[in-house]
């Protein structure tokens, strides 16, 4: 290897690819394996992290874990794999994804074909070459005929305007990117902002470590239990056992997940059938009660009314201080319309002594200080300051790339006014760049391993059949990229998600077009579609 290569995970000093891969996480990892498979295609992964894990490489906050349960979030191409991995908790922590996605880079030998500690800086589409020039923040330059970005939709961090960050003398630390070594808390005052998904994990076990622990919310959420435990061998057993029939009926449901008993209407049963349903679900955890429980909760008000109040009784029942309750109690926008986080003993932490709950609502941050964080009138003092303050999702991670098309013309000018995709897959004007996870695909609503071995497995089928045919570019027509993006915000309009300021709408960004950014269809409609185009002679798309 050469030099010049910096950080190496084995591949070659080559400079020109059939391929380039962006990213060595679960949907990265994949499409290597995949297009190496192609005989004679030559392929490159960049990553700027030192090794394989994406998000599970720079998310290493105490509490990090999926909330898919393990077996489900795995993946499903090769029952080998599949056999051989054993699960030690039902919902997998952070550490243990981490091992999984090291294992199978192991197990294909992946690395070989990675460069690490390249960030990609720019993308060009050369028209002439028909090749995109990629360059990386380091200054090298690597050429393909495909790009395939496996860059993830929660990967670009939001780094919130904080007036004064810079001054505070005490730690910042992000969830996003959370020190390798870990933190110790203990005996220090901690302030956290933010209470998605990451400030919920995160908080009960950062509570039990601080001396005082100030959480600074601005939107109260609706979380519901995790269920986590150790993984029962037997249960493992089985899932192993019935692996094919399992994948069968996951691919079946909408969210790519094997809950399947969801009833149709939350309003066509009694009080009593209903409060029993939200129960059971409850009890279960996971993603049940929001997928399994009544079909209707994203779409009728009504129904989606119910199982709010029942999570919101929830919340009185477990936080002992009614006004603290009150104020963790959502009340701004429906349940499930922001992604709804799980939890693990999230609520009764504020029945603590040593944690505070500040309303962002009520005394809005104004700065931060040298020493801690002023919120309203007052200013509270700290030795360390989380910031779980989301990400620019779906968009934020393809646009930090600066790619250019036909033309030239920057990505961020062809989505100016909002995302623009056929299938959440393929770009008009930017020919020969594949999204895995891409915005307007059903991404955070799918399951992740189903849709980045779909897509890899669906481009490689394509690279194919243009090999075969002498074919070098390929793009979405306008007019499918229009009709993709009209069903895509149709299909949102349907449902209540809009009503929330969530990253799914590109509400968390200041600036960020308002739109759904997630094709809300479901899986096996979204999956069935691209089938018939491509069965259609790759209908929609141009091909020369
Ligand atoms: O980010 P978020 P996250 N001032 O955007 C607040 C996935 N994930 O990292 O709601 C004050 O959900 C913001 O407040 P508000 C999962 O898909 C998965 O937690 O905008 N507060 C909110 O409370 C998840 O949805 C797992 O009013 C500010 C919080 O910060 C996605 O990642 C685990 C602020 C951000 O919440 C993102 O989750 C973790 C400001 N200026 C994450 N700016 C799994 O288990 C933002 N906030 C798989």
Redo the contacts with the bound molecule.
């Keep these: 290897p050469s030099s010049t290569h910096g950080q190496n995970g084995g591949a070659t000093p080559q400079k020109d690819f059939d391929v380039i891969v962006v990213g060595a996480g679960f949907a990265g990892l994949y499409a290597v394996h995949k297009y190496r498979n192609i005989e004679g295609l030559a392929v490159l992964g960049l990553d700027a992290a030192t090794d394989v894990g994406g ?1 599970w490489y720079w ?1 290493r906050y105490p509490g ?5 349960e393990s077996y489900n ?1 795995s993946y499903s191409f090769d029952p080998e794999l599949v056999q051989d991995w054993n699960w030690s908790e039902r ?1 997998a922590g952070q550490p243990e994804i981490l091992r999984y996605l090291n294992h199978v880079a192991d197990r294909y030998d992946l690395r070989r074909s990675y460069m690490f500690e390249k960030q990609v800086s720019s993308g060009t589409f050369d028209e002439e070459r028909n090749r995109w020039v990629i360059e990386t923040k380091d200054g090298d330059t690597y050429t393909a005929q495909f790009l395939h970005s496996g860059v993830g939709f ?1 990967s670009a961090a ?1 780094e ?3 007036e004064g960050l810079q001054d505070f003398t005490g730690n910042v630390y992000r ?2 990117h959370w020190p390798h070594e870990g933190v110790d808390f203990a005996g220090r005052r901690v302030a956290v ?9 995160l908080i009960p076990l950062v509570a039990q470590e601080a001396g005082a622990l100030t959480v ?4 109260p ?1 609706y979380a519901t239990p995790l269920g986590n435990g150790v993984m029962d061998p037997e249960f493992q057993a089985q899932i192993k056992a019935n692996h094919a029939t399992l994948i069968e009926r996951s691919r079946r449901t909408y969210a790519g997940i094997p809950y399947d008993t969801a009833q149709p209407s939350a309003v066509a049963v009694s009080d009593e059938e209903r409060v029993a349903t939200f129960e059971e679900k409850w009890r279960q955890g996971g993603f049940r009660l929001c997928f399994d429980s009544f079909a209707d909760l994203a779409f009728n008000p009504e129904s989606n009314e119910l199982a709010a109040e029942f999570i919101r009784a929830k919340i009185r029942q477990r936080v002992t201080d009614p006004a603290v309750a009150d104020l963790l109690t959502p009340r701004d926008h429906p349940y499930a319309t ?2 709804p ?2 939890e693990t003993n999230y609520y009764e932490t504020y029945n603590r002594e040593n944690v505070e709950l500040i309303d ?1 609502r009520a005394t ?2 104004v700065r931060i200080t040298e020493n801690g964080i002023q919120a309203g009138d007052v200013e509270y003092e700290f030795d360390d300051i989380i ?5 620019d ?1 779906l968009t934020g991670p393809l646009l930090r790339m600066n790619l250019r098309g036909r033309g030239g013309l920057p990505l961020a000018e062809h989505w100016e006014q909002g995302a623009r995709t056929y299938f959440g897959r393929m770009i008009n004007q930017f020919p020969n760049l594949v999204m895995a996870l891409g915005p307007q695909s059903p991404s ?1 609503l799918y399951s992740i391993p189903f849709a980045v071995q779909d897509t890899a497995d669906w481009t490689a089928d394509l690279i194919r059949h243009m090999r075969e045919n002498g074919l070098e570019t390929v793009e979405p027509t306008a007019e499918a990229e229009d009709g993709w993006d009209r069903q895509t915000r149709e299909i949102a309009s349907y449902t209540l998600l809009p009503q929330a ?3 799914y709408m590109g ?2 960004i200041p600036g960020k077009p308002r739109a759904c950014l997630v094709y809300l269809g479901g899986g096996p409609a979204y999956n069935e579609l691209i089938d018939k185009a491509t069965a259609n002679g790759y209908e929609g798309f141009e091909l020369r």
């Design positions: 998000t998310n990090a874990r999926c909330d898919v979030y919902f929660l939001k919130p305007a904080f969830t996003s902002i933010g209470t998605g998904s990451s400030g919920i994990q600074f919310q601005r939107t959420n922001k992604r986080p799980l962002l809005p941050i910031l779980a303050t989301g990400f999702a955070a300021n969530s990253w509400a968390n």
